[in-house]
């Protein structure tokens, strides 16, 4: 339990401060940074779930789009606000990481495990956005044809 506490704090801390780095307004640092710690969050109790890292990744994604459309209406912002610095926690940068190093030291095999590991969650975080962006637009207008 510990465990997810501090890595949703380092998250939410994290978040904040990649939101400076993207000067979002001050009064949105909060809301951003609980984003970015509750998808993180999410991504931990999957892992911590035994699932695998694919679908925890989407399942933190998709509570960060969902998320970030909710305060975009609520505060009034454009979603991009939230979403950005939300999903950058989630970003598979080790992945890439550890690709370069395996290729750095001819491990062939190793980086194309790792290199495909990471489009897989870098192609999970963008459908997990599609996704949150597209079903409110699909029952929207199912319920304005009847």
Not at 28 to 46: F, K, S, V
Not at 113 to 119: H, P
């Amino acid at each position: 339990m510990a465990y997810l506490f501090i890595h949703t704090i380092s998250a939410f801390f994290a978040t904040i401060f990649f939101s400076v780095l993207f000067n979002v307004q001050k009064k949105h640092l909060i809301a951003c940074g609980i984003m970015g710690a509750c998808g993180w969050a999410i991504y931990i109790i999957g892992t911590m779930q035994n699932y695998s890292p694919v679908l925890s990744t989407f399942l933190g994604a998709y509570l960060v789009a969902q998320g970030s459309y909710f305060l975009a209406k609520y505060k009034k912002a454009p979603v991009t606000v939230f979403l950005i610095p939300g999903i950058i926690p989630l970003v598979p940068g080790i992945g890439l990481y550890r690709t370069m190093y395996a290729l750095l030291f001819s491990q062939y095999t190793k980086a194309l495990e790792y290199a495909l590991l990471t489009f897989q969650l870098s192609g999970v975080i963008a459908g997990a956005i599609i996704m949150a962006a597209l079903l409110p637009l699909l029952f929207r207008s199912r319920r304005q044809k009847i």
